[in-house]
């Protein structure tokens, strides 16, 4: 998170940057404070919006997160496939909850995410999530 980088943060700045955080929105909140986005962020809207919020953000092209880049492409992209996926096998809370909270944990503490291209994490995220349904077919069988 941004509070850590200068380590102050006045605890409103801190408060809000939690909230957007927890709510999916991290995208937006260091868009509109003019921060730059770590490739880990990118995880963010995925680990905790609701469905109709990333229904939203793939058919605007995540106008939210900022100007057209490959990185807003392959967001909207694993978005959608993500939502394809809690339909075929299960609740989007439950994939949040199983796989992406966690990616997204892991991500954020690794150093060598800061150099990944949008490809890198695309791969990344679709192979937590496809562990994740070998994982259940596996126990299923």
């Known amino acids: 998170m941004m509070w850590r980088a200068s380590g102050r943060a006045a605890p409103d700045e801190l408060a809000a940057e ?36 990333l229904r939203i953000m793939i058919s605007t092209r995540g106008r939210s997160m900022g100007p057209p880049s490959r990185w807003r492409h392959a967001c909207c992209y694993v978005a959608g496939e993500l939502l394809d996926l809690a339909e075929r096998r299960g609740p989007l809370a439950a994939l949040q909850a199983a796989v992406l909270v966690p990616l997204e944990l892991e991500l954020v503490s690794r150093r060598d995410v800061a150099g990944w291209i949008p490809s890198t994490w695309v791969e990344t995220t679709m192979s937590a999530l496809a562990d994740r349904h070998r994982m259940r077919r596996g126990t299923a069988q």
């Open 18 to 53: 939690c909230e957007a955080f927890l709510a999916g929105r991290y995208l937006e909140y260091l868009t509109r404070r003019g921060h730059p986005i770590p490739p880990w962020a990118w995880t963010n809207p995925l680990a905790h919006s609701r469905e109709e919020d």
